[in-house]
């Protein structure tokens, strides 16, 4: 009967073990030792948490919590020590072995090397990632393209885009890329400080430009000096100071406060606002003459809820960050959650979306990011509950076939349906695109697919 069960086990293509009630592993299939890299005999009679060394074996260990509540768990991520030491990401589902009078005599677990899949989600992640920024979007995508030409331009590049959306990660961009700046990138938030203290936090002082000045301070250009500044919310600054600003993009030089010769001034300038500069230069509250000089290169950022197909990248890298940064071992989002998300606005993009992350490690305590422990104000008048199997089922779909579709149908649109041009600029071949297209039912209306 042992010899039967064994070559059954044998034939599974996933990792089988079972355990007594003493935690002994009493059975150990093939693909159980090609993934662990230890033999069944060695295996056998074996406490399974000496073989496994997993992350969970003395806190929290899936087959225990299985035995005694009873039930399945179904696909949870773990990750064990193989033989030669290495950490091999596990998804794992467990159940109870009952005996004859229906009490518990064991376990069974079955596990699946996740290691394949980690390799292409973290090739898929490089793919995405360009000089810290994290994007799938085609608009951004567009903009990693011309970044590096922009860098080695050294002209004054003006950032327009909503709060949060990440304007100040694309200026430093701009600076780390540009080898030749060996200074320092100096980041001013214009709006922040009051008109009486802009001038001399941008320009300095000298000793006794005023009563307090009692020695020299350099400002934030001398600071900048070889580098780059980055003057965020350049729309906030009052007129006085746009004069100054011109002066210094025109002639570069400046005179600090209190000086009686002026400075030369090699520094790099990025701006960036959440206004329309446009626009107020049309109402008189920006110089039409430093708009120009400013919006030499100009880059748009879209806001988050118009790139919805990087949420979920988003917060896989939000997730990552915050376990280095709190010590905590959360390794996903459920569907339910996620769906929560690609259902919202983001009227503080990225910015937001990182802070309902950061929120939600504060309530977690498992290893799944759940709706209860997002903010409540985000699922208020949705249906959806911790209980609803139907979202449970849906939601996932929506998450994976919502970006993917809007991607894919907007990669065609921008090549008028050509799967080749299309498929090259989505890094797949021509055969996966039609397979994804019959898959969801793409079609291009009204241009014949070539």
């Known amino acids: 009967m042992s010899r039967g069960r064994d070559i059954i086990l044998d034939s599974i293509a996933d ?14 299939n093939r693909a159980a030792e090609r993934i662990t890299g230890i033999s069944r005999e060695q295996a056998v009679g074996q406490k399974c948490f000496d073989v496994f060394h997993a992350d969970v074996c003395q806190k929290a260990c899936t087959l225990r919590e299985s035995i005694e509540s009873g039930k399945e768990i179904i696909d949870r991520r773990i990750n064990i020590l193989n033989s030669e030491g290495k950490q091999v990401p596990l998804s794992i589902s467990t159940a109870v072995i009952r005996d004859e009078e ?8 079955t596990f699946r090397d996740l290691s394949d899949i980690e390799i292409l989600r973290r090739e898929i992640q490089g793919r995405y990632t360009f000089a810290d920024i994290i994007s799938q979007n085609h608009e951004i995508r567009e903009i990693f393209d011309i970044l590096p030409d922009i860098a080695v331009s050294e002209s004054t590049v003006l950032i327009e885009g909503p709060s949060g959306s990440g304007k100040e990660l694309f200026a430093k961009a701009l600076h780390t890329l540009n080898t030749a700046r060996k200074g320092q ?5 214009c709006g922040a400080l009051p008109d009486t203290l802009l001038e001399s936090e941008l320009f300095g002082y000298v000793k006794g430009a005023f009563t307090d000045a009692r020695k020299d301070k350099p400002g934030r250009f001398a600071r900048a000096e070889g580098g780059t500044i980055f003057l ?17 993009l025109q002639e570069k030089e400046y005179e600090p406060l209190g000086a009686a ?26 110089r039409d003459d430093l708009y120009y000089r400013l919006n030499i290169v100009k880059i748009n950022i879209p806001p988050l809820s118009s790139r919805r197909e990087d949420i979920p990248l988003l917060t896989d890298h939000f997730i990552s960050r915050f376990n280095a940064k709190k010590g905590k071992q959360i390794r996903s989002m459920s569907a339910q959650a996620m769906a ?8 503080g993009n990225i910015r937001e979306l990182e802070n309902i992350i950061e929120h939600a ?34 939601s996932i779909e929506l998450t994976k076939r919502q970006a993917e579709v809007t991607m894919i149908l907007n990669a065609l649109q921008r090549h008028n349906g050509n799967r080749k041009e299309t498929a ?27």
């Open 261 to 286: 010769a002026t400075v030369k001034a090699d520094v790099r300038v990025i701006a960036a606002t959440n206004k329309n500069l446009m626009q107020l230069v049309s109402r008189g509250r920006f």
């Open 424 to 450: 090259d600029e989505l890094g797949i071949n021509k055969t996966t695109l039609w397979r994804k297209m019959k898959k969801y039912g793409v079609s291009f209306a009204d241009k014949k697919l070539q």
């Open 232 to 248: 965020d919310e350049i729309g906030d600054i009052p007129p006085a100071m746009q004069v100054k600003l011109l002066r210094v």
């Open 185 to 189: 990138f100096v980041a001013v938030n």
């Open 15 to 28: 990792g089988v073990f079972t355990v007594d009630r003493d935690w002994n592993i009493t059975s150990f």
């Open 361 to 394: 490690f504060i309530l977690c305590r498992g290893s799944e990011i759940r709706p209860g422990h997002l903010p409540r104000e985000l699922s208020a008048g949705m249906d959806i509950t911790e209980q609803n199997e139907n979202v449970e089922a849906k």
């Open 340 to 347: 929560i998300l690609m259902q919202h606005d983001f009227p």
């Open 102 to 109: 229906g009490e518990a005599a064991g376990g069974a677990e």
